[in-house]
């Protein structure tokens, strides 16, 4: 028999994880409970340019959001991957795209057959079988066909936008559905004496808001799920050694472009997220190879255009907390961990968060087995994601910086040796249910990153090796064309969603 539904959810921050996740609350309680926002305009938030994964996409249309007006209220263009620049070594350049690799022949996975040309002395670049880095490269942009037959269909997309822009936009959806914002900086935090549960908050102004169910989204400080419920963290910086940024807009000059570009550096990597109005532009560092003033002048010496702002900097402890849901408080969003934003994850863990707290929502009793599940699958999730990023460092052979040296020779997780071993020995990727990045996401950094497979599938050997030459030889022209009939991102973006 269940408990009774508890009634007010208070959510703690805004930014864009408190405002997505009171507009999801919103969508999906459907006014059966009070939500509660509470913000302090004098504290700002983190969101310098945000970069998305295609799951994005879902996340704005469960909320009913259209797409044209999202992109223009939030500046935002299109994302069909990640460019990463002198990654493996210095002048290397590849793209991760949202979408497959050629396609599997004979019942076998189509890198397979890649390697076995590769071997042969005959392979050309992986990139050209790929659709969205062939129309990537080629400044192209149109959504994917609906129609599964055609090879226009192969790819997803995600966005780059502002992220100053969208919390507000979720603002206004969210308070058009009935939830309360409060202003205020949050003083002291009331626990209940006979289970250490948050019984309630006390703003600035001595006004005490009550609640059931309390969200951190406070940032970095984990007002909350720290502060309050000493939950305690887990430091990954050993394995992901950046620990500051250092971020600033520029004018635009380079031609529109689909995707967001990493560059590394010799203390860290340069991010450049390309919006309609402007380039978002930041360096993630090491302050133990790098100092702040040292960062700054080469992100300001490394930008296209004119800064509109003066450079800010950003200081951080990759890892996660302990405990995302702790009692009566779910840490989501910066409040939860921080892996840095080498591959655009910041918001999709805020939208899984957001999703498996919908999926596991509790009634007054909040069941432990709930609470025990909703962690057991955000661990997962951060641990995945925490590899996928440990392998664009240690997969490198640069050795012209103290860095470099130190990422390519450290200890990794059993967890990530396991699967960069298998690759190495016979080129099979590791897949796993739970967690995100598929296989195509693997391939393209190990294979960007110079990680090639001694062997390959021995049934690739089923197809004769001149009929394979054809056959890819084809793919290849058809991927080409497809590219060249698409529009430009510019001109599709001024037909679809133009922003004043």
Request: net charge neutral; aromatic share 12%.
């Amino acid at each position: 028999m269940s408990s009774a539904p508890i009634r007010t959810v208070v959510i703690v921050g805004g930014g864009t994880a408190g405002w997505m996740t009171a507009a999801a609350l919103s969508r999906m309680l459907r006014g059966q409970y009070v939500i509660r926002v509470v913000e302090s305009a004098e504290i700002g938030i983190v969101g310098v340019g945000e970069a998305t994964v295609p799951h994005i996409r879902f996340f704005n249309r469960t909320l009913g959001l259209d797409e044209a007006d999202f992109m223009r209220k939030t500046q935002a263009t299109f994302k069909l991957g990640i460019e990463f620049v002198n990654w493996a070594r210095v002048g290397d350049r590849y793209i991760h795209p949202f979408g497959a690799f050629g396609h599997p022949i004979n019942g076998v996975g189509f890198h397979h057959h890649w390697l076995r040309l590769l071997q042969a002395g005959e392979a050309t670049d992986l990139a050209d079988y790929s659709l969205p880095v062939t129309a990537a490269r080629m400044r192209k942009f149109a959504p994917p066909a609906q129609d599964p037959s055609s090879l226009l269909s192969t790819f997803s997309y995600a966005f780059q936008f502002d992220a100053n822009l969208y919390g507000p936009y979720l603002r206004a959806y969210a308070e058009q559905r009935g939830v309360t914002r409060t202003e205020g900086k949050v003083v002291d935090v009331k626990l209940r004496a006979e289970d250490g549960f948050i019984e309630s908050l006390r703003l600035e102004s001595g006004e005490v808001i009550a609640g059931d169910l309390f969200i951190d989204c406070s940032g970095f400080r984990g007002l909350l799920i720290e502060q309050a419920l000493k939950t305690g963290y887990e430091n990954w910086s050993h394995w992901l050694p950046c620990d500051r940024a250092v971020a600033v807009p520029c004018q635009t000059v380079e031609p529109s472009v689909p995707y967001t570009r990493a560059t590394a550096r010799d203390a860290g990597w340069q991010w450049r997220i390309p919006l309609q109005h402007r380039v978002g532009n930041g360096y993630v560092f090491s302050s133990s190879f790098v100092s702040d003033e040292a960062a700054t002048q080469t992100l300001l010496s490394n930008l296209e255009g004119p800064a509109l702002a003066d450079p800010r900097i950003l200081k951080f402890t990759t890892g996660k907390r302990k405990r995302s849901w702790n009692k009566n408080c779910i840490a989501i969003g910066l409040a939860g961990g921080f892996l840095e934003p080498l591959e655009s994850t910041s918001i999709h863990l805020i939208q899984l968060a957001i999703t498996y707290l919908l999926e596991l929502f509790p009634d007054s009793s909040f069941d432990p087995a709930g609470i025990d599940e909703y962690n057991r699958i955000m661990d997962i999730e951060f641990d995945r994601v925490r590899d996928f990023l440990i392998l664009h460092y240690h997969a490198t052979e640069r050795d012209d910086s103290p860095l470099w040296n130190y990422v390519r020779t450290m200890p990794i997780p059993d967890s990530l040796e396991y699967k960069m071993n298998l690759f190495r020995e016979r080129g099979h990727i590791v897949k796993y249910k739970d967690g995100f990045f598929l296989e195509p996401s693997w391939l393209a950094v190990y294979i960007g990153q110079r990680v090639i497979p001694r062997r390959y599938d021995p049934l690739a050997e089923t197809v004769d090796l001149p009929q394979l030459k054809r056959e890819l030889e084809m793919i290849r022209r058809n991927v080409r064309l497809a590219a060249q009939s698409l529009p430009t991102h510019a001109a599709y973006i001024q037909q679809y969603c133009a922003a004043a």
